[in-house]
């Protein structure tokens, strides 16, 4: 016996088919919506974790720079106190200077060399004196100059022969000088008061007549 399907199968096929594709296409953009959203939402938590960090950072930040304000205004109140010790150690130098510059000058001064007159500008002194040869002032000058921790740069100015009438009437041929020395700060401390460095004599006139 023969069976003959008189039913349109070719169209039911074609429909089976329109659905499943559908079906199928609907699939597809579910799984792309859900793709979607999980993706925007792990994108989201990374964005927010982003965010705690960079609000974590910036809150250390300004804490840090707060302490580094802190730090400063400590720095700038260590440099002021300095500067004011340093004011009240130079003025208490200061005061002292005079009697450690006619000291040292007492010190260095040679056998044979008496200062006339002594002249302080500042840190410069200036010098006038007599000597009995011209060795007595070169003497003079390099004891200021290696030996002395309070007296630096010595400058001879002048020198000249003059004639000077002792007492007894007797011509002597002295020398007339001036010269000039700066004061400085000893680096370990004042000389010792008993430290000498030469033969001195007293700070006096040179007598004439």
Partial sequence: MILINLLPHREEKRRERKRSFFIGLAACALGGVAVVGIWYSVLGQMTSAQESRNAFLQTEITRLDS???????????????????????????????????????????????????????????????????????????????????????PELVEIKATAVTTANREQRRLFEFSMRVTIKRPQSGTPAAGATTGPATAVAPAKSS
């Fill in 67 to 153: 302490q580094i304000k802190d730090i400063a205004t400590l720095r700038a109140e260590i440099e002021a106190l300095k500067a004011r010790q340093k004011a009240v150690e130079d003025l208490q130098t200061d005061r002292n200077v005079p009697v450690h510059l006619l000291d040292e000058l007492v010190r260095q001064t040679p056998e044979g060399v008496y200062l006339t007159t002594i002249r302080q500008t500042g840190q410069v002194v200036a010098i006038t004196g007599t000597a009995q040869t011209n060795e007595r002032v070169s003497e003079l000058l390099r004891n200021t100059l290696y030996n002395s921790a309070w007296l630096e740069k």
